[in-house]
């Protein structure tokens, strides 16, 4: 299976930059995309393709990334994105997420 | 607006059965690929299976090929998932998802139904 790696944890104050990373264990292509996962909620789709944003998501959030390392960008941060945000691949069978990086605001 | 209802979650004994359904509306069901992504508590998700649009094809992860069966009514508008002979490592939120085709994201989920094995 594809393992993807991301950082567990990340703490920003509001206003920052922050990038949060997704490395897969083998190429992806372009077939990579992103989640936002709110606490006690269900997750939503930010990302796609890569670098394509989803529509009615903020343009502070923006995706980068080929092959096997892949970037989360939120420019700036505000309090409400305080969540837990997956990667997930779909270019190898079985689909795979990963583990999540959870941004908690300073 | 696009909704996705799951329904029939619960606690089950293991080696029992359970069936989860997920009611859509808000687009032409008969369209999309759909799927069940799973996710166990405070852990991370976990894709589970797939069907295509017409459900002529089916896709699973390996732990739950041969228990689980995915499968959706075009004309109810209905996605379903029948788990068989559960384990424990099988508790989870169940959530149902729309796919946009076998490349694409999720891009609409369900709000989840939580399935608990337990003796």
């Known amino acids: 299976d594809t393992v993807l790696t991301q950082s567990p944890a990340l703490a920003v104050s509001p206003g920052e930059r922050v990038t949060i990373s997704c490395r897969a264990s083998e190429s992806v292509s372009t077939l990579m995309h992103w989640y936002q996962q709110k606490p006690g909620q269900q997750p939503t789709l930010l990302i796609y393709?890569?670098?394509n944003l989803e529509s009615g998501v903020p343009a502070r959030f923006s995706g980068s990334g080929s092959g096997t390392d892949f970037t989360l960008t939120i420019d700036p941060v505000e309090a409400d994105d305080t969540a837990t945000y997956y990667c997930?691949?779909?270019?190898?069978?079985?689909?795979?997420f990963g583990g999540g990086t959870k941004l908690e605001l300073k | 607006e696009v909704q996705l209802v799951e329904s029939g979650g619960g606690l089950v004994q293991p080696g029992r059965s359970l069936k989860l359904s997920c009611a859509a509306s808000?687009?032409?069901?008969?369209?999309?690929?759909m799927a069940w992504v799973r996710q166990a508590p405070t852990k991370g998700l976990e894709w589970v299976a797939s069907?295509?649009?017409?459900?002529?094809?089916?896709y699973y992860r390996d732990s739950v090929k041969g228990r689980f069966t995915i499968s959706r009514d075009n004309a109810k508008s209905t996605l379903y998932l029948q788990m068989d002979s559960l384990r424990s490592e099988d508790t989870a939120t169940y959530y149902c998802?729309?796919?946009?085709?076998?490349?694409?994201?999720?891009?609409?989920w369900g709000q989840g139904v939580m399935v608990t094995v337990s003796s």
């Open positions: 808000g687009f032409t069901f008969s369209n999309y690929y």
């Open positions: 069907i295509t649009n017409s459900g002529g094809s089916t």
């Open positions: 997930q691949q779909s270019w190898n069978d079985p689909w795979t």
């Open positions: 393709l890569a670098s």
């Open positions: 998802t729309r796919d946009r085709d076998s490349y694409a994201p999720f891009d609409y």
